[in-house]
């Protein structure tokens, strides 16, 4: 039987993260990572094997870093854990023990068996998974109807690209009232809306899918609940994801309401020396105070160094704060972000907040070549003016002053340090120092502070 | 004679936020703004004119935002202020009582009169005036050799734009080793200048001007330090700026060593009323504690907006904490950015640092079309990790990147924090969440302070 210090389940972002900080932090200590394929893929860079990376090895990631870093891998999938004894057994047979477990398992997708038809041939997800998503973008190059079961991040981003191809009719099917509904607050969600309308993508929006259709096993059409039927010969659900834990409750480790394995703020689980981190992981909101299901890279690699700095002992005294949820991305070369927490979460979560709005250029003057329009809006706590929440729709500065807004909210800056606070400004590069964005939506905020 | 409770002179950002801000916060009182020219410049924009904006009167910024919150303005110049009696005499020959009066004259270019041959026809400034940038710009399109003095942001953005002609040949002189060498580091400073050279302006640094030559009056070539002679018919000297405070010195305001008239963190000079905000003003280094006299829209307009909440009662409890200095540029497509204390900086200040620094690529993978390398520099006090300074050259994303440091330096983030802050990322708009720029800085700097 082998022995190593620390045995890493995973070789996604949070599990390499967590291998190359606790390495550089016990360099005295052995490290081994199990996971299933040699070949990973970047996750938020698989929309962009559909169409603008030429080819699927370009979005490829493998455990070089850690391996660099001195740790060991075994390609091989873990199937029983005794946690009292500390020892694994993997599916080749092959036992380890070891005095420290990290589950970095990640996330798998939701499969809609609530939706007939959901076994049909031709019905495909977007796994995780190197041979599963190259052979689907084999699949995508000779379909020619397209629909996208979803709106989220990825369905809109899939559908995007493959919208790119003139020769293919893309669909896009969500039953809320617009597209990235849990990222976006109304007004915001109807800008991203009308961009991907300005495509080629067919959108149906308050509009769930009711029954996918076949014939002889294979997808021909997808009926919807307003009877819209349309025609198709690949269907890509992409429904949401999971926390990948049944490994974890295999060998006891509690669960929370979402499936995800319990921790605390540094990332221990209830049995000693055994952690968990990134989306198989529990977190809780930063603002919300209570439990939330975002699953995201950006979000599981603070997870993983914060792990990374303790794992033998508390070295940083920072733990998890909770999760802010930081999303951006882009459609047809606009850019969307939101962080923290917009409207719908705060009144969902019955925080009192108010909105500060601004909108503008992100160059100066506006006339100058490549501007993009520019609007911003800034959650605000009533009573002392914390901001809390920001959302941004504009060029390519929107994926950076996102995470302005996200530095503000940890750092619990309010607008009234805002407006004050000095700001680099440079014609080609952002707006105007008399109207920067995030100042003037601070001061709009003030205004209404002051009424109310 | 006429009353205002409040009279701003000068219409440049300082002057015009500091209004817009004043009457928000007092509606009730009148305000008045004394300028010079109706139109005034865009001062960041100016380099564009000669080549990227199609026309000057893009760049044009007038009094209009303050005349909509309120404000009257008055085309003249003021020629007397009697501090006693508070009555003020313009040029125009009106006298105006005012309650409150804010000095907001901006800055002024140095002339080189210590170079011999500086008062010849075609020896030009960068004067931040509509008119002469106009007359500027004609004699700009008609000349054929022009030469630079001056490597600094204004200097470097001009012989770039004007570079752009294929038919002209533009000659820059910067007397230090580098170019931007108050903004930048030598290595950052090095990679702009090897930018510079990619473009088609002929370099010269380490060299200074000796005299400028003429025939019959006319400017006809410059001789530098080393013998080289370049001819020219057109000289632009960019060497710096200098406070307007010749008006505040002779109505008895104290000015500090720059010749800025000085004032207090809420921009109250020594007379009771009076107030001075921006360039024209004085003001401490937020890291280096003492002196400073670089000058920002960006920065004039923070402190115009303490001024303009704190005009009659100090509503804002927050006082201009000194000066960041964010700068920004873009040349040739290529951004640089810096935040604080840059290496020169705290060595002249004799404050101790440690650099941590990191290269990647502005998006993930970066076989993305439209990648850009972006590298990182922070700058740290070595006993508690806080963020000093930091430095940025890259894509787009650099103009809030430097943003998201200026954020960091101004909330005294430390790297240890950093690390863990989560941030939000995609592949189309930042580097991966795996390799972060800013955390992995902050991670190379750690690595040192466990060193030292």
Known sequence: ??????????????????????????????????????????????????????????????????????????????????????????????????????????????????????DLEGVEYILKKYKYIETLKAKTDKAKNIIVIGGGFIGVEVAEQLAKYSDKKVSLVEMEKFCLYYAFSEDMAARADEVIRATNINLFTSNAVKQILGEKGHVKA????????????????????????????????????????????????????????GDCSSAIGFITGRSDSVMLASTATAEARILGYNLYHINLLRNFQGIISIFSTEINNIAFASAGAIEQTAHNANISYIVGKFEDVDRHPGTLPGTSKLFIKLIVSPKNGTIIGGEICGGKSTGELINIIGLAIQKRVTIYELISFQIGTHPLLTTAPTKYVLIKAAENAIAQMNKA
Request: aromatic share 8%; proline share 5%; net charge negative.
């Open 222 to 277: 997808v009926l919807l609940d307003d009877g819209t039927e349309i025609i198709a010969d690949l269907v890509i659900a992409s429904i949401g994801y999971k926390p990948n834990s049944n490994l974890a409750r295999y060998c006891g480790l509690a669960l929370d309401d979402n499936s995800a394995i319990d921790v605390d703020r540094y990332m221990r689980t209830g049995i000693k020396d055994i952690f968990a981190v």
């Open 1 to 118: 039987m082998k022995n190593y210090d620390v045995i890493i389940i995973g070789g996604g972002p949070s599990g390499i993260i967590t291998g190359v900080t606790g390495i550089k932090q016990n360099p005295e200590k052995s490290f081994l990572m199990i996971k299933g394929e040699e070949k990973e893929l970047v996750p938020c860079g698989i929309p962009y094997v559909f169409h603008d990376l030429d080819d699927i090895s370009q979005n490829a990631m493998g455990p070089k870093p850690f391996i660099d870093a001195g740790g060991e891998v075994l390609i091989d999938y873990v199937r029983k854990i005794d946690t009292k004894t500390k020892i694994l057994s993997t599916e080749k047979g092959i036992d380890f023990h070891f005095d420290k477990l990290v589950f970095a398992t990640g996330s798998v997708p939701v499969i809609p068996t609530f939706i007939n038809g959901y």
